[in-house]
């Protein structure tokens, strides 16, 4: 990826959605507990905002220090996103480091008892860059990121996976959308992304 700044969203599954006060109380608890640190990410988490007001924005914010998430109403689909901003870089794995920690905080939402029923599919991801003077809203950034970006998302989200770049304004971010028919548990294309980190990690 020619940029760090990454930010992905992935989809919550329709009517799973619980009150953002559930989910603002449930990440006041990782920030007491470090529930993010104690399960191989090196994430410091410092506060949670309430953006509810705000109009298909985020609605929920978690304030890291290496990164940020979010319950995310843009595009008037609800999921979680995450924003990276300081966390360690993972060389050849970038894309790949992001995608897993996002999908490792969506596995540890499911299984909080205070967002019960909040459940995440794999069917798609969506991928911006916030970084238009490393990588501008151009086919010349696809072209150089394309392999990466093509090779992460389908081991990650299964065979058949479908990878397009979303041409459109250059005053945008940079995006990518995947989307996938094979219908991976999440857990199973969290282990996928750890191993493709930890062979980065020793090459």
Same mark, same amino acid.
């Given at each position: 990826m020619l940029s760090p700044r990454i930010f992905l969203k992935l989809y919550a599954e329709p009517g799973a959605v619980p009150p953002h006060a559930k989910v603002l109380e449930a990440w006041h608890g990782w920030i007491k507990n470090g529930s993010l640190a104690s399960r191989g990410a090196s994430e410091v988490l410092v506060d949670v905002v309430d953006y509810g007001h705000v109009h298909h924005g985020p609605a929920v914010l978690l304030v890291g220090h290496e990164s940020d998430y979010a319950l995310d109403e843009s595009e008037g689909r609800p999921g979680?996103?995450? %924003?990276?901003?300081r966390a360690a870089d993972v060389p050849g794995a970038?894309? #790949?480091d992001s995608m897993a920690r996002l999908f490792r905080a969506a596995k540890l939402l499911e299984a909080d008892p205070l967002t019960a029923g909040l459940?995440?599919?794999t069917g798609e991801i969506l991928l911006r860059v916030l970084d238009r003077l490393n990588a501008p809203n151009t086919?010349? %950034?696809w072209? #150089?990121?394309r392999d990466e970006i093509v090779s992460v998302m389908t081991e990650a989200l299964g065979k058949g996976t479908e990878v397009v770049y979303v041409e459109g304004d250059p005053r945008e971010p940079f995006t990518v959308r995947a989307r996938s028919r094979a219908g991976r548990p999440l857990a199973e294309a969290l282990d996928t992304l750890n191993s493709l980190v930890a062979r980065a990690g020793n090459t």
């Amino acid at each position: 990826m020619l940029s760090p700044r990454i930010f992905l969203k992935l989809y919550a599954e329709p009517g799973a959605v619980p009150p953002h006060a559930k989910v603002l109380e449930a990440w006041h608890g990782w920030i007491k507990n470090g529930s993010l640190a104690s399960r191989g990410a090196s994430e410091v988490l410092v506060d949670v905002v309430d953006y509810g007001h705000v109009h298909h924005g985020p609605a929920v914010l978690l304030v890291g220090h290496e990164s940020d998430y979010a319950l995310d109403e843009s595009e008037g689909r609800p999921g979680l996103s995450f %924003t990276r901003k300081r966390a360690a870089d993972v060389p050849g794995a970038r894309l #790949a480091d992001s995608m897993a920690r996002l999908f490792r905080a969506a596995k540890l939402l499911e299984a909080d008892p205070l967002t019960a029923g909040l459940r995440f599919g794999t069917g798609e991801i969506l991928l911006r860059v916030l970084d238009r003077l490393n990588a501008p809203n151009t086919r010349g %950034t696809w072209e #150089a990121d394309r392999d990466e970006i093509v090779s992460v998302m389908t081991e990650a989200l299964g065979k058949g996976t479908e990878v397009v770049y979303v041409e459109g304004d250059p005053r945008e971010p940079f995006t990518v959308r995947a989307r996938s028919r094979a219908g991976r548990p999440l857990a199973e294309a969290l282990d996928t992304l750890n191993s493709l980190v930890a062979r980065a990690g020793n090459t």
